[in-house]
T-cell receptor
Framework: DGGITQSPKYLFRKEGQNVTLSCEQN?????MYWYRQDPGQGLRLIYY???????QKGDIAEGYSVSREKKESFPLTVTSAQKNPTAFYLC???????????FGQGTRLTVV | GDSVTQMEGPVTLSEEACLTI???????????LFWYVQYPGEGLQLLLK?????DKGSNKGFEATYRKETTSFHLEKGSVQVSDSAVYFC???????????????FGQGTTLQVKP
């Protein structure tokens, strides 16, 4: 079945550590996105990529980094510079302009 | 810039009641409009969409009509069930405004609780 796979589902990070969240899609979509969701709030865009080897900052990119070396993969690294990383992270992909996005099941990151 | 505003929740209804969740938007171009649903602990699922003015999106008994004159895309259902309890997000993708990127812009979400 085609879809978007995020892993792990739950992730715990110690203060000062970098962690990487995985996002893989087999939908042959060009565009991929990372969103952050905090309790009771909407989704805020972290980074997005419209083609391989290219990506742009979203609204809250500070403390995060991404890469897009393959069409199907868009990993997100939460660096130690992100001061409040505890949140639910959602990856999405879409065919392109004007089309709907499909979401993964999310990764819940907790700082311990 | 582009934005989406939803009615604040939570919305609490009894089973078989009528539902309306208001959504209004601001966009510089020609947006496509979407409703997504999120069940606890899960990602978002597309519920319905409309790509131009006067289009009506529908799915699983839910409907929403793209109203350009009022810049609205209200979600409606005639008879809700307990299984409809979730968070609902209105979103737009602006594909014609100046400087736009085609990215999705979300409202803050509305929690729906349906009681038996």
């Amino acid at each position: 079945d085609g879809g978007i796979t995020q892993s792990p589902k739950y992730l715990f990070r110690k203060e000062g550590q970098n962690v990487t969240l995985s996002c893989e899609q087999n939908l042959n979509h060009d565009a991929m996105y990372w969103y952050r969701q905090d309790p009771g709030q909407g989704l805020r865009l972290i980074y997005y990529s419209q083609i391989v080897n290219d990506f742009q900052k979203g609204d809250i990119a500070e403390g995060y980094s991404v890469s897009r070396e393959k069409k199907e993969s868009f990993p997100l690294t939460v660096t130690s510079a992100q001061k409040n990383p505890t949140a639910f992270y959602l990856c999405a992909s879409s065919m392109g302009y004007g089309t709907e996005a499909f979401f993964g099941q999310g990764t819940r990151l907790t700082v311990v | 810039g582009d934005s989406v505003t939803q009615m604040e929740g939570p919305v609490t209804l009894s089973e078989e009641a009528c539902l309306t969740i208001n959504c209004t938007y601001t966009a510089t171009g020609y947006p496509s409009l979407f409703w997504y649903v999120q069940y606890p602990g899960e990602g978002l699922q597309l519920l319905l969409k409309a790509t131009k003015a006067d289009d009506k999106g529908s799915n699983k008994g839910f409907e929403a009509t793209y109203r350009k004159e009022t810049t609205s895309f209200h979600l409606e259902k005639g008879s809700v069930q307990v299984s409809d309890s979730a968070v609902y997000f209105c979103a737009l993708r602006d594909i014609g405004g100046s400087g736009n990127t085609g990215k999705l812009i979300f409202g803050q979400g509305t929690t729906l609780q349906v009681k038996p």
